[in-house]
């Protein structure tokens, strides 16, 4: 049977759900398109707006389809979000909003059952970041949910299921901070026994593995091949990761960013995880650990930046750097390596819409992003997915503060790429491309020195 080509990538992140399709030929992305991802205030709990995303992505395949051709699809969505399908296959309740605070109503008795992190890797999360957390609180909101659910799935392989019918859960998905594996021993946790859901969690299985073809009503719908076959799916900051994994030599890191910022160390330095600094242990497309950390980069740009971005001058760069004008930690403080903080500026606040806003901003979370990275043992290059990697003001600094070689990521979505080539090897994944070194580096390297004294003094 000829290889599949062209790979529909489902790609649904916090804040924007994606279809991107990708050519394993050239292993680039040739169509793209987006919707955002509004969560819905309820009832009964704020909730994914699945149904339009459904409609989106039905429009968009049979578009790609006629225009393209689609050979497969694929998965990938953000983390922490499960789904609760009944015994008719439909959800049986709306898929919580993970930031939701509905949680926190139960953490005590949650915390009593739930497993070390000596156990599971995973930390103790706000709101519902633990899976374990929101499904504890929702069979108490709701006393009749769990009697109606049968089966418990990830959010990538929920639409693997509405595409096919058939019910699993990834590796990557499940050991992503859940509480609900044991990703050194590859097996569920003591929680999901002690929940009483260990018959109702789809089978895990990896995610290069083949879900099925897709369901007859689907190819109807779109004009795709009855036989068009669809991977299990993978959790997207390891789908950032995956292509890495096939191509570079440990040690190195990738750091995946979007709404959050995730630090993952391929084959470092032994670094004993601070579970209090948002460290945790991901699990790799090949079912390996991952020491990683992570931070809401996204969000906190966007709301230092207030929609109102500018770009950097050369002499916006002096004057920070010369100035000492720094953002210390944290805009989100319910995240990250430093939780609990309140962010501080260090000099004259910039204007808003101003190049010395951007560097200042820039700088905060490529120090932010040296900090995830020093929890972790990271060594070696240091791979940049995502948004950042066309900040030029970032990678410059992650470079002067790691005093070690950063690389920019070629592929506008790393994502889709990495979700893509679940459906096999490419020899035309794309090196990633040195940073060049800034002239002002000495002086950025002390201002990072200066701002991880600041930040570590606060602790």
Not at 26 to 50: A, K, M, Q, Y
Not at 159 to 167: F, N
Not at 212 to 231: D, K, M, N, S, Y
Request: contains cysteine; hydrophobic residues 40%.
């Amino acid at each position: 049977m000829k290889p599949p080509r062209h790979i529909a990538v489902i790609d649904i992140g916090k804040t924007n759900a994606k279809l991107a399709l990708v050519d394993l030929e050239t292993l680039s992305e040739i169509d793209v398109v987006t919707r955002p991802n509004t969560v819905l205030s309820g009832p009964p709990w704020p909730h994914f707006d699945v149904e339009e995303h459904w409609a989106f992505l039905l429009e968009a395949l049979g578009r790609f389809h006629r225009h393209h051709g689609v050979d497969a699809i694929s998965v990938t969505t953000h983390g922490a979000s499960v789904a609760l399908l009944g015994a008719d296959g439909r959800l049986a309740a709306p898929i919580l909003d993970y930031e939701h605070d509905g949680p926190e109503q139960t953490a005590a008795e949650y915390d009593a059952i739930r497993p070390p992190f000596a156990e599971t890797g995973s930390p103790r999360l706000a709101g519902g970041l633990n899976m374990g957390a929101q499904l504890f609180w929702q069979f108490r909101e709701d006393p009749g949910l769990l009697g109606r659910t049968t089966r418990i799935m990830p959010y990538p392989q929920y639409w693997g299921h509405r595409l096919t019918g058939i019910a699993a859960s990834d590796v990557t998905s499940i050991g992503c901070h859940t509480d609900l594996w044991m990703p050194n021993e590859a097996k569920f946790s003591s929680l999901v026994s002690k929940m009483g859901i260990t018959a109702k969690i789809a089978p895990v299985r990896k995610s290069t593995d083949t879900l099925g073809p897709i369901l007859p009503e689907i190819a109807a719908a779109t004009g795709l091949p009855r036989t068009t076959p669809v991977a299990v799916g993978i959790h997207d900051s390891n789908a950032s990761l995956f292509p890495h994994i096939l191509t570079q030599k440990k040690p190195f890191s990738v750091i995946s960013t979007g709404t959050w910022v995730i630090a993952m160390a391929v084959g470092g330095a032994h670094a004993t995880l601070d579970p209090a600094r948002d460290t945790l242990v991901n699990v790799n497309a090949l079912g390996h650990a991952v020491p990683s950390a992570r931070f809401m980069g996204g969000r906190e740009y966007e709301v230092i930046q207030q929609c109102k971005s500018a770009e950097a001058s050369h002499a916006d760069i002096i004057t920070a750097v010369e100035n000492g004008i720094m953002l210390l930690p944290a805009v989100e403080g319910s995240t990250g390596p430093f939780q609990g903080r309140i962010m501080q500026w260090i000099g004259n606040e910039p204007a808003v819409g101003s190049g010395l806003r951007e560097v200042a901003v820039s700088y905060y979370l490529a120090l932010m992003t040296d900090t995830c990275l020093r929890l972790t043992g990271a060594t070696g290059p240091t791979i940049v997915e995502g948004p950042f990697a066309r900040n030029y003001p970032y990678l410059a600094m992650l470079a002067a503060a790691s005093n070690r070689s950063v690389l920019q990521s070629q592929s506008a979505t790393g994502t889709s790429i990495g979700a893509a080539l679940l459906f096999g090897r490419s020899n035309r994944i794309p090196s990633p491309l040195p940073v060049e070194q800034s002239p002002n580096t000495p002086l950025m390297a002390a201002y990072a020195a200066h701002w991880r004294k600041l930040a570590n003094r606060q602790r």
